[in-house]
T-cell receptor
Framework: AQKVTQAQTEISVVEKEDVTLDCVYETRDTTYYLFWYKQPPSGELVFLIRRNSFDEQNEISGRYSWNFQKSTSSFNFTITASQVVDSAVYFCALSGKETSGSRLTFGEGTQLTVNP | GAGVSQTPSNKVTEKGKYVELRCDPISGHTALYWYRQSLGQGPEFLIYFQGTGAADDSGLPNDRFFAVRPEGSVSTLKIQRTERGDSAVYLC???????????FGPGTRLTVL
């Protein structure tokens, strides 16, 4: 079965600090996709990134970066120089052929609070 | 509009009533999904449409839940004989295909009294 674990329920940082959100996944698929979504207080899930299982290169987008390590089944998300607007719940998700290929299995989410 | 839209944004109903929740996907997106999110939890998959047909409905909790997408665009999630446990935010998402990034709507908050 597929499973996504986000061990950090809540994280609180002060503005400008770097913060890393952890994500560990389980799947029997050899082909799968990993995702991160942001859910601000308004409630709408915002797509941040999709990564396929064959591409282990780290990715950077502005202040956001993602570290994918197949050896440890992890797909961690780092925000550099955090800002108050980064405060949200962040979800890691997984999809693979085991569950029709398009069905997302979400973690429980990490509530990030960035204090001024 | 450019994004996924859902109506109504809020729905309050009484136990035992029937409700319909509507989703308008992004134009041109053939894949459409329904998820349910309870307070403090991650979204849980309900059903996935590819075009007009339900490609995967294994997430529907029981036969009180049903969804349609008759013309391959707008979808309606229907819940019969609502129960208090059905209270949640119902999220709709769409994507170009099953494997591409999924874009979510703002959700419908359903409260069953």
């Amino acid at each position: 079965a597929q499973k996504v674990t986000q061990a950090q329920t809540e994280i609180s940082v002060v503005e400008k600090e770097d913060v890393t959100l952890d994500c560990v996944y389980e799947t029997r698929d050899t082909t799968y996709y990993l995702f991160w979504y942001k859910q601000p207080p308004s409630g709408e899930l915002v797509f941040l990134i999709r990564r396929n299982s064959f591409d282990e290169q780290n990715e950077i987008s502005g202040r956001y970066s993602w570290n994918f390590q197949k050896s440890t089944s992890s797909f961690n998300f780092t925000i550099t120089a955090s800002q108050v607007v980064d405060s949200a719940v962040y979800f890691c998700a997984l999809s693979g052929k085991e569950t029709s290929g398009s069905r997302l299995t979400f973690g429980e989410g990490t509530q990030l609070t960035v204090n001024p | 509009g450019a994004g996924v839209s859902q109506t109504p944004s809020n729905k309050v109903t009484e136990k035992g009533k029937y409700v319909e929740l509507r989703c308008d996907p992004i134009s041109g997106h053939t894949a459409l999904y329904w998820y349910r999110q309870s307070l403090g939890q991650g979204p849980e998959f309900l059903i996935y449409f590819q075009g007009t047909g339900a490609a995967d409905d294994s997430g529907l909790p029981n036969d009180r839940f049903f969804a349609v997408r008759p013309e391959g665009s707008v979808s309606t999630l229907k819940i019969q004989r609502t129960e208090r446990g059905d209270s949640a935010v119902y999220l709709c998402a769409s994507s170009l295909s099953g494997w591409t990034g999924k874009f979510f709507g703002p959700g419908t908050r359903l409260t069953v009294l």
